[in-house]
C-alpha cells in the first residue's frame, strides 16, 4: 500500500513537513549557539593547556632550582648547565606570570638562586678552563724544569717546551669546536652578528694567556733562528766555488736552501708573526750582507781581455816598422789570471740572475704553504694579509737585484772598459812611437853625417819618411781596429750587409772581403756557409 | 694580483713603549673608534688604509707593534722595510718620554737611513696629567731631527693630521728619490709645483 496514496495522507504528511520545517530552522539557530559554545570550550581548553604549561613551568622551575643546587654541590657541571639551559629556555612571560601569583615570593626566589647559580657557574667553567689548559702546562714545565736542568744541562727547556707545544696545540684544537658550535648558531643570523661572533672569538682566542706565552716564546726563538741563518749564509759565501761549465756557483743554491730552510720551520710555529719577522729577517740578510757580497765581485768588473787581440796585431805591425828598435810593451795581466777573473765575473752575473729568480720561486713555495696552514685558523684573514706583505717585499729584493744587473749592464754601456782601456793603450803606444820615430831619424841622420861631414841632398827626403811612417803606422793600427769590430760586433753573419758596399756610408773599410771572412771564420758561432755565402 | 688601486704604497709601523695609545691611534684612524680598555697588543698588528691627498692615491700600511720588551725580537723585524716611524709617548707618562732615547737608538740599529721618524705625544685629552711638557718635548725632537705633534686617540685630535702629513713627506720624499735616481723619467705631473703637497689638510 502507498503510504502517501491518499490525499488525506498526502495532506497530514505536508503539515508534517512545514513542522519539520520550523524545527530544523529553529534547529538551526542553535547551531549558531552550539558554535559559539564550541568556540568558547576551545578557548576553555586553550587556556587549560596554558595552565598545565604554566603549571608545567613553574614545576619545571621549581625542579631546576632545586637540581641546580645539587648538581652545583655534587660538582656536576654538565647537570647544572643542563638545568639553567632548561630555566633559559623556558617562556619569559611564564616566569614573569608566575611572579604575579601567589607563590610569588617562592618564584622569587627560585628566580633568583637560578640566576646566581647560572653567574657562578659560568665563572666557574670559565676558570676550571683557563686553569686546565694553561696551568696545567705552567705546573708541567715548573715540575720537570729542574729535571731537565740536572739530568740534561741547561738550554734544553726548549726541547721539553717544544713537545709540550704539541700538547698544546692538541688541547688548542678543542677550542676549534667554538668554532663550530658558532657556526650552527650563526647559521640563519645576520651577517653583522656572525662577524661579531668571530672578532670576538678571535679576541679570546689572541689575548688569551696562552697565546702571550705563545709569542714570548717565538720572541726567544727569533733571534736563535736569525743568528743560525746570518751565520750559514755567510759560510756558504766562505765556502763557495764554482765548478767548470756551471753558469752560476754553489753559494746562490746554498743561500737559498738555507733561507728557506729557516723560513719553512717558522712557519712550522703556525704564528703568522713569527713567520713574518724571520720572512722580514730573510729580506734584511739578502739585501744587505748577501747582496754586498755581490756587488763587490761585480765591482772587480770585467778584464777587457779583447784587447789582447788588438795589441797583439799593434805590437807586431810596430815591431815590423822597428824591428832594430826595442818592441814597446803594454801592462796587461797574465792570460790565466786574467781568464779567471772573467769567469768570476760571469758567473756573478748568472748569481745576480740565479739569485733573483730563486727569491720569486721562494716566494711562490711560501705563499702555497702559508696558505695552506693558515686558512683554517681563526684570524686567517690578518694573518694572511700580514704575510702577503712580507712576501710582496720578498719579491721587492728579488727585482732589486735585476736592478742591479741592469745597471752593471748600462754602466757598461755609457762606459765601455774596452774601449777607455783600448783610449789609453793606444796614447801610450802612439807616445812611444814617437819617441822612437824620432830615434829612427836621428839614425838616418847620423848615417848622412858619418859621410864626410857633409850635408847630404836627400835630407829633404825625412819628412817624407815621417809621413810614410805615420800613415802606415795609422794604417796598421785602423785595420787591427776593423779586425776587432768585425770579429765583436755583430750578432749574425748578415748583419754587416748593413755597413757593407752601399751601406757602408762614410766610411771606407781597409779589409779585403776576403780578410773580413778571415776574421768572421773566427766566431764560432757563426757557420762558415754563411760566411761563404756573404755577398761583400 | 690584480693592478693595485694607489699611486704609492709606504709601511708605517708604530713604535714606542707599552701603553702609550699605538693601537688607539691607529685603531681610530682607521676604523674610527676609540677601544676603551683596550688591552696590550702581542706581537703585531695589520691595518691598511688608502687615503687621497690632492688627487693622488696613497696606500697605508700600518704596522702596530707590541710595546712590551718581550715582544721586541718580532717587531724589530718590521723596522728596516718602514718608510716612517710613529715613534709615540705619553705625555702623561714621564716615564715613556725618558725611554725614546733607547727608541732612536732601536732605530739607528734596525731602521734604514732613509726613514722619515715622527715623534708623537698622545693622550693630550689628559691636560691635567701632564708630566711632559710640550717645548721639551719639541726641543728633543728637533735634536733628534724629528717631526713632532700631540695627538689625543680619544679626542680625535691630530689623529688624521699625523697619518696625512706623514704621508704628504713620503710623497715628496719618493718623489725627490725618484728625480735623483732617473731624471730623465719624471714622475707624471711632476716638475709642475711640488710645494703643493706641503698643504694636505684636505682628504
Redesign the interface.
Known amino acids: 500500500m502507498d503510504e502517501f496514496g491518499s490525499p488525506a495522507v498526502r495532506r497530514s504528511n505536508a503539515a508534517a513537513f512545514s513542522s519539520v520545517r520550523t524545527e530544523t530552522i529553529e534547529s538551526l539557530t542553535d547551531l549558531d549557539d552550539l558554535e559559539r559554545v564550541y568556540a568558547q570550550l576551545c578557548a576553555e581548553e586553550k587556556r587549560l593547556y596554558q595552565a598545565i604549561q604554566r603549571a608545567d613551568d613553574i614545576l619545571d622551575l621549581k625542579f631546576c632550582t632545586d637540581g641546580v643546587q645539587t648538581a652545583l654541590r655534587n660538582q656536576d657541571y654538565e647537570q647544572a648547565a643542563a638545568h639553567i639551559h632548561r630555566y633559559l629556555s623556558l617562556d619569559q612571560s611564564v616566569i614573569e606570570l608566575s611572579r604575579q601569583g601567589g607563590e610569588s615570593t617562592a618564584v622569587d626566589a627560585s628566580l633568583a638562586l637560578l640566576q646566581e647559580a647560572e653567574l657562578s657557574l659560568k665563572a666557574l667553567v670559565t676558570k676550571r678552563l683557563e686553569e686546565a689548559v694553561v696551568t696545567g702546562i705552567a705546573r708541567i714545565v715548573e715540575t720537570h724544569q729542574p729535571i731537565v736542568e740536572t739530568y740534561y744541562g741547561p738550554g734544553r727547556l726548549y726541547t721539553l717546551l717544544t713537545h709540550l707545544q704539541k700538547e698544546c696545540d692538541v688541547q688548542a684544537q678543542k677550542v676549534r669546536r667554538i668554532t663550530a658550535d658558532f657556526e650552527i648558531a650563526d647559521a640563519t643570523a645576520a651577517e653583522s652578528i656572525i662577524r661579531e661572533h668571530q672578532q670576538c672569538l678571535e679576541r679570546l682566542l689572541k689575548d688569551c694567556q696562552l697565546s702571550c706565552t705563545v709569542q714570548e716564546l717565538i720572541g726567544y726563538y727569533i733571534p736563535m733562528e736569525e743568528y743560525y741563518m746570518r751565520e750559514t749564509v755567510n759560510k756558504a759565501v766562505a765556502m763557495d766555488t764554482a765548478e767548470a761549465g756551471q753558469l752560476s756557483s754553489s753559494m746562490v743554491d746554498d743561500v737559498f736552501y738555507i733561507v728557506k730552510k729557516c723560513i719553512s720551520r717558522a712557519l712550522t710555529s703556525g704564528s703568522s708573526d713569527c713567520v713574518c719577522a724571520m720572512i722580514n729577517h730573510a729580506i734584511s740578510a739578502l739585501e744587505t750582507d748577501f747582496r754586498e757580497v755581490l756587488v763587490t765581485k761585480l765591482r772587480a768588473g770585467f778584464p777587457a781581455s779583447t784587447l789582447q787581440d788588438l795589441h797583439r796585431g799593434v805590437t807586431s805591425a810596430v815591431s815590423l816598422m822597428q824591428s832594430s828598435l826595442q818592441q814597446g810593451k803594454i801592462q796587461s795581466l797574465g792570460i790565466e789570471s786574467q781568464e779567471q777573473a772573467k769567469t768570476a765575473y760571469l758567473v756573478t752575473l748568472n748569481n745576480v740572475q740565479v739569485c733573483s729568480e730563486n727569491i720569486s720561486t721562494l716566494k711562490k713555495n711560501l705563499e702555497s704553504d702559508c696558505a695552506k696552514l693558515f686558512s683554517q685558523v681563526a684570524g686567517s684573514e690578518q694573518a694572511q694579509a700580514k704575510i702577503d706583505s712580507c712576501l710582496s717585499d720578498l719579491v721587492n729584493t728579488a727585482s732589486k737585484l735585476k736592478d742591479l744587473l741592469q745597471e752593471e749592464f748600462s754602466e757598461y754601456e755609457a762606459n765601455d772598459p774596452w774601449v777607455q782601456q783600448l783610449v789609453v793603450q793606444l796614447e801610450q803606444l802612439m807616445a812611444e812611437f814617437k819617441v822612437k820615430k824620432v830615434a829612427c831619424v836621428f839614425i838616418v841622420d847620423d848615417d848622412v853625417r858619418s859621410d864626410g861631414g857633409r850635408v847630404c841632398p836627400q835630407v829633404g827626403l825625412y819628412p817624407v819618411i815621417y809621413d810614410t811612417l805615420t800613415s802606415l803606422m795609422t794604417s796598421l793600427i785602423a785595420m787591427e781596429l776593423e779586425k776587432t769590430i768585425f770579429k765583436s760586433s755583430f750578432s749574425r753573419v748578415s748583419e754587416i750587409l748593413d755597413y757593407w758596399g752601399p751601406n757602408s756610408g762614410p766610411l771606407t773599410w781597409r779589409l779585403t772581403p776576403a780578410e773580413v771572412r778571415q776574421v768572421l771564420a773566427l766566431r764560432v758561432d757563426f757557420r762558415s756557409e754563411d760566411i761563404k755565402r756573404l755577398r761583400l | 694580483m690584480a693592478m693595485e688601486d694607489y699611486d704609492y704604497l709606504f ?1 708605517i709601523v708604530l713604535i714606542g713603549n707599552a701603553g702609550v695609545g699605538k693601537t688607539c691611534l691607529v685603531r681610530r684612524f682607521t676604523q674610527g673608534l676609540f677601544p676603551p680598555g683596550q ?1 696590550a697588543t ?5 691595518m ?1 688604509k688608502t687615503v687621497e691627498i690632492k688627487g693622488v692615491k696613497v696606500k697605508l ?1 700600518i704596522w702596530d707593534t707590541a710595546g712590551q720588551e ?5 717587531t724589530q ?2 723596522y ?2 718602514a718608510n716612517a716611524l710613529i715613534l709615540t709617548y705619553d705625555i702623561t707618562c714621564e716615564d715613556s718620554f725618558r725611554c725614546l732615547p733607547e727608541w732612536l737608538r732601536e732605530i739607528e740599529q734596525y731602521a734604514n737611513n732613509q726613514v722619515v721618524t715622527i715623534l708623537v705625544g698622545n693622550k693630550i685629552d689628559l691636560a691635567d696629567k701632564r708630566e711632559v711638557h710640550r717645548q721639551r718635548a719639541e726641543e728633543f725632537a728637533e735634536a733628534q731631527n724629528m717631526l713632532y705633534l700631540e695627538t689625543s686617540a680619544k679626542e680625535s685630535d691630530n689623529v688624521e693630521k699625523l697619518f696625512l702629513d706623514l704621508a704628504c713627506v713620503l710623497i715628496r720624499e719618493a718623489k725627490q728619490n725618484t728625480l735623483d735616481n732617473n731624471d730623465s723619467a719624471p714622475m707624471p705631473g711632476e716638475g709642475k709645483n711640488i710645494s703643493y703637497l706641503s698643504c694636505c689638510n684636505v682628504n
Open positions: 709601511k688591552g702581542i706581537g703585531v698588528d695589520f691598511i700600511q718581550r715582544f721586541r725580537s718580532i723585524s718590521y728596516r722595510s
